[in-house]
């Protein structure tokens, strides 16, 4: 039998089955061996990041030598070099600058640390270009500029976002003009200076200014080449065409990204490339078209993932329950969307105790931390707070990044749904769209079509991912983009909510699923009916699973038995409806088939609020746990509360804990491993904790 492997650094040991039996019981942690080490190396599957700028005339003693040896002091492994690589650069210029980026890279790589650059893709700024000259005005932006459907060009001044100051302009380029040589000639030049990876800035159709870009010629050809078919003149759902545009951006971008990687290797073969990507789980990747899964089973290119806050002068203080089981929704899509291959990710702040909260879900996930201050990315929030947390990730770095998942539930990220099931306007980045008082830069605008409860499809998902945190029941998420047999292989239980746009091979691979012997849970009125494209299907693309046809009348529930397997199919939108309002019997029932066919091997008596993460690291197991019971049905002020929980495991038969310790960069006591005592009751061993923010739990089973 072949060795199967799941999504992300999840990789499991092979022989893991798809079903319990009936009336199964929770299933023991194996000690299965390490996860196979990634092709990214070491220091990227490692890497603590941080930002550390310098002026183009920078003396390489003065100024550059001390920005690095105060991030080494802070516990940072990887320096991200953010210059003037935005800016709109004659070709004397950005030469002149490469020099300077290889003395920093000298520098840094003295100190033992690596450094990445980040140079934005698609986005090209003039520094005092609303009355001056500009790239748009005196240069090749107004050809090479993105388009809207309209036909006008997506540039603009200053003050529409944090990062464009007054005066200055902004002009987006369309990936198919001539720019694209002209980056990669660039991005080539900057992979023979000696840095380590390039860090190019969100490949978006950046929507701040205009909507649905590219209608450029550039594109317009690029479109024909691909599908035969002209651009669309306007937004139209129920238009083929459209539709066909919205899936067509997606493999637009994702083409470029792979291009930038493989220019940069073609001149250092060990360089590795890291896109900053803004678009999660939720809408903005339909309407920006940057789709981070389309990526995931590309070598030598990962993410670093742009995880949005609540309020960019306030991060996640003023979080709900609901606000906060859709941030560790992103981190857990970051991880998953990465495939084998490093996550790194925004971790942000606004106060040292709201951004190591924020962090400890960012390491939970898996992901790799860049500690900001929010909204900019120069600043740390606390210095202390970012050494301390960094410490605890370096001592700990095998068990937050080598260790293999073991959850058995997996829950289904269909991007094809979340593109065409019921679009309508909004992000749904989070739920509560109301800014608390005094709260200024809310992210929704006080706008509540911005609320992912207003979204059928992604409100379901965020909904079961909710339910099974609440529930304290491991899972992964399982991005649609590629999903093969593998990516599923290990998982007793399959949440597919409502699931409804599929492609024919995306059906097979779920069908096979449940033939071998997997459980799906499929919700939703419409399940499976609707093709990759958004189109009306004649037929259900699981009917036979489903165990109903179009024909018949939809049931308000069915459990149907499809070879090995069972498909469970629940016509309500539950997801949906505990997202909108914390009810026990909406989860009990959303729930049921996950606690029917997957009991899990680790259980935690305690607060809902404390997030359980599950994972294997040879004999060992480890339970990160995170606190977030400050947080209620509404926002309150932020504080930290300490809280005490029970975490049992079930003991494999012939064998015994043999020592346990918990770890956790809260407080004063150092990062290192304290003993715990555990009690032992039939193949049930226990562990009581008082959890402050964070836990990091390791338990020898040998």
């Known amino acids: ?376 990315k120069t600043d740390s929030t606390d210095t202390a707070m970012r050494t301390r947390m960094y410490g605890f990730v370096a001592a700990h770095q095998e068990e937050l990044f080598a260790a293999a998942s073991g959850a058995t539930v997996g829950v289904y990220h269909s991007s094809a749904s979340r593109d065409f099931v019921s679009p309508v306007e909004g992000s749904g980045m989070y739920v509560n769209t109301k800014p608390p008082a005094g709260v200024k830069d809310w992210w929704s605008f006080d706008t509540p079509e911005e609320s992912c409860t207003k979204q059928q499809w992604l409100g379901e998902f965020r909904g079961t991912v909710k339910s099974l945190v609440l529930a304290h029941i491991p899972f992964n998420t399982v991005p649609s983009p590629g999903v093969s047999a593998d990516d599923l292989a290990g998982y007793r239980v399959l949440y597919l909510p409502n699931l409804q746009a599929v492609a024919d091979a995306e059906a097979d691979v779920l069908r096979s699923y449940v033939a071998g012997g997997g459980t799906v849970v499929l919700t939703g009125p419409a399940p499976t009916g609707l093709d990759e494209h958004g189109g009306t299907r004649a037929e259900y693309a699981l009917a036979d699973v489903l165990g109903f046809r179009k024909a018949d009348p939809v049931p308000a529930a069915k459990r149907n038995t499809f070879g090995q397997g069972t498909c469970w199919f629940i016509k309500d939108l539950l997801g949906l409806k505990y997202l909108t309002r914390t009810d026990q019997p909406t989860a009990d029932r959303l729930l049921e088939p996950a606690r029917t066919a997957a009991p899990p091997a680790v259980t935690l008596t305690g607060d809902p609020r404390i997030h359980l993460e599950l994972s294997r690291l040879g004999d060992a197991t480890i339970v990160q746990l995170v606190n977030f019971t400050a947080f209620g049905e509404t926002p309150a002020a932020f504080t930290t509360k300490p809280t005490t929980c029970t975490v049992t495991l079930t003991v494999p038969a012939g064998r015994q804990v043999r020592a346990a310790t918990v770890s956790s960069p809260d407080g004063s006591g150092g990062p290192g491993p304290k003993p715990v005592t555990w009690k032992t009751d039939g193949d049930k061993a226990s562990v009581e904790l008082t959890v402050s923010q964070y836990s990091l739990l390791n338990v020898t089973i040998n």
């Open 1 to 376: 039998m072949a060795t199967s492997l799941l999504p992300g650094l999840w990789e499991r040991p092979p022989g893991a089955a798809w079903a319990a039996p009936a009336g199964a019981t929770p299933a023991a942690v194996p000690a299965g061996p390490p996860a196979p080490a990634a092709a990214f190396p070491d220091w990227a599957r490692f890497a603590r990041i941080a930002d550390g700028t310098f002026d183009d005339d920078a003396d390489p003693a003065r100024d550059m030598k001390p920005v690095i040896d105060k991030l080494k002091a802070q516990n940072v492994s990887v320096i991200e070099v953010d210059t003037i690589l935005s800016n709109w650069l004659p070709d004397k210029q950005f030469s002149t600058h490469m020099a300077q980026m290889k003395r920093f890279s000298d520098l840094a790589h003295a100190a033992g640390i690596r450094v990445i650059v980040y140079y934005p893709s698609l986005e090209v700024i003039s520094v005092g270009g609303e009355k001056g000259k500009s790239f748009y005005k005196n240069g090749d932006g107004k050809n090479w500029v993105q388009r809207g459907l309209d036909g006008k060009p997506n540039v603009f001044y200053g003050s529409l976002v944090v990062w464009v100051d007054p005066g200055d302009e902004s002009c987006w380029v369309s990936p198919n003009s001539p720019w694209r040589d002209h980056y990669l000639t660039r991005v080539k030049a900057l992979a023979g200076t000696g840095v380590d990876a390039i860090w190019p800035d969100v490949p978006i159709y950046f929507d701040g200014a205009l909507s649905w870009c590219d209608a450029s010629t550039w594109a317009a050809d690029a479109f024909r080449a691909d599908t035969g078919l002209a651009l669309p003149k306007k937004v139209d759902w129920t238009n083929a065409g459209f539709r066909r545009y919205v899936e067509w951006r997606h493999h637009n971008l994702n083409r470029f990204q792979l291009d930038i990687a493989a220019a940069g290797r073609s001149v250092n073969p060990d360089l590795v490339t890291f896109v900053e990507t803004v678009t999660m789980d939720y809408k903005y990747a339909t309407t920006v078209g940057l789709d981070g899964a389309y990526l995931r089973r590309a070598e030598g290119v990962s993410h670093v993932w742009e995880v949005d806050i609540l309020g960019n002068y306030d991060g996640m203080r003023h979080a709900t329950v609901s606000d906060w089981t859709c941030l560790i929704s992103m981190y857990k899509y970051a991880r998953a969307a990465s495939g084998t291959k490093p996550a790194w990710a925004f971790s942000y702040g606004w106060k040292a105790d709201d951004a190591s909260l924020v962090m400890a879900e960012t390491l939970a996930a898996g992901c790799n931390p860049y500690e900001v201050k929010s909204p900019f």
